[in-house]
């Protein structure tokens, strides 16, 4: 039987989730249509709207539905550069998505830098705040897709705000695994996506606080109030926020965090007991309870990744790109790690499908898998 740990990277379907797509599937129907059919699913996707709405304690007017997190954010950005916000301070640690759709459009902006644990170092943002003049854009994830390392949302608000600026906060990866409780209230622009919660693929959704203004970067038929063309996938949408309302309902989280840490830390306590010289990331910073992220050095993570999933475990590494390849963590290099640990560390992520007992086994496949992999030295970042 296969043992999933890549919860970071796409969550399987929750029942709820799965069940909330085929009524949408089934009801059929174009919500901007003006027949029943449509009103149908207008219906629907409202109702998908005040569903997420009320997880994240927003208006419905706030939430509005995108492709994904990666759109979603995009939007964020645009709309930002639109209404004038500068000088950009882009976290260290940010995803793909938004650190290279930043630079390419601040090119000038400011790395927020990280330290060994891959904690932002706030004390650094409030310094350069406190020098620069403008309104200042802060740009940070609430939680790091590959450590797990949790940011501080409320101080990084006030870092912004207190010089009338703003925070676009992904919040990708602590929506449904730790408290989002209050982070609307904190970002200008808060994004969250469905598949990494247990929503189907294809949904996200921007959440713009009052005076965050949505501008469109594209048109076309006006759908989510002209904030975003393009006819809404109802049946992701439904199920994201079916997804939502399970991963987030009290006492969904707690139960989700003590669950996940329990076999996290079975893992890496088993690891480490065989394999003295494993070094577990940010294993002392605040980071979500369901990831792990340990290096072994002198074995390149790709290859770690490749006898893993031989061996019936599915994990990943750095960030791994649409072709499929792995490429060395631009993360754990900006942190301070070199390269035997920016390139060979391997993230597991458990989830609500993670079965009791997983972390052991995984520490088993994961002990078979190093025993076959003969070390070497791994030069490059
Ligand atoms: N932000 C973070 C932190 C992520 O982990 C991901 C997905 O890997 C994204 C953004 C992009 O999300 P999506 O796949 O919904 O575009």
């Known amino acids: 039987m296969r043992l999933y740990a890549d919860h970071n990277a796409t969550s399987p379907l929750r029942p709820e989730a799965r069940a909330a797509l085929l009524r949408a599937l089934d009801a059929g129907g174009n919500a901007s249509s003006v027949h029943a059919e449509g009103r149908r699913a207008k219906a629907l996707l409202e109702d998908a709207r005040e569903l997420l709405a009320d997880v994240?304690?927003?208006?419905?007017?706030?939430?509005?539905?995108?492709s994904g997190a990666t759109e979603a954010l995009h939007l964020a950005l645009h709309s930002a550069r639109e209404m004038g916000f500068g000088p950009v301070f882009v976290g260290a640690g940010?995803?793909?998505?938004?650190?290279?759709?930043?630079?390419?459009?601040?090119?000038?902006?400011?790395?927020?830098?990280?330290?060994r644990d891959a904690r932002l170092d706030l004390d650094w943002l409030e310094a350069r705040i406190a020098q620069s003049a403008g309104r200042p854009l802060v740009i940070a994830q609430s939680a790091n897709n590959e450590t797990g390392v949790l940011a501080p949302?409320?101080?990084?608000?006030?870092?912004?705000?207190?010089?009338?600026?703003?925070?676009?906060?992904?919040?990708?990866?602590?929506?449904?695994?730790?408290?989002?409780?209050?982070?609307?209230?904190?970002?200008?622009?808060?994004?969250?996506?469905?598949?990494?919660?247990?929503?189907?693929?294809?949904a996200g959704a921007l959440i713009a606080a009052p005076g965050a203004e949505i501008r469109p970067d594209r048109f076309g038929g006006g759908q989510e109030r002209g904030a975003r063309p393009g006819t809404e996938n109802l049946p992701a949408i439904a199920g994201f926020a079916a997804a939502a309302d399970a991963a987030c309902r009290d006492p969904a989280v707690e139960a989700f965090q003590a669950h996940c840490e329990a076999e996290r830390d079975a893992f890496e306590a088993a690891v480490r007991t065989v394999l003295a010289e494993v070094v577990i990331v940010s294993a002392h910073a605040p980071r979500l309870a369901n990831t792990s992220c340990i290096?072994?050095?002198?074995?390149?993570?790709?290859h770690q990744v490749m006898a893993l999933d031989l061996a019936g475990a599915a994990v990943?590494?750095?960030?791994?790109?649409?072709?499929?390849?792995?490429?060395?963590?631009?993360?754990?290099?900006?942190?301070?790690w070199g390269p035997d640990v920016a390139g060979c560390a391997i993230r597991a992520s458990f989830g609500w499908s993670t079965r009791p007992g997983d972390g052991v086994r995984l520490a088993e496949l994961y002990l078979k898998a190093a025993a076959q992999l003969a070390p070497r030295v791994v030069e490059k970042v």
């Open 56 to 66: 994240l304690e927003v208006r419905a007017e706030a939430v509005t539905f995108t």
């Open 316 to 336: 990943s590494a750095g960030s791994a790109c649409s072709s499929g390849k792995v490429k060395a963590s631009r993360v754990l290099a900006a942190a301070g």
């Open 94 to 115: 940010e995803h793909d998505a938004v650190w290279s759709q930043a630079r390419s459009l601040w090119p000038e902006c400011e790395t927020i830098p990280m330290d």
């Open 153 to 202: 949302v409320g101080r990084l608000a006030q870092a912004a705000r207190s010089a009338g600026g703003a925070l676009i906060c992904d919040a990708v990866q602590s929506f449904g695994k730790a408290s989002v409780a209050g982070f609307a209230g904190y970002a200008d622009w808060l994004v969250v996506s469905s598949h990494k919660i247990g929503g189907p693929p294809g």
């Open 295 to 302: 290096a072994l050095p002198g074995r390149e993570a790709a």
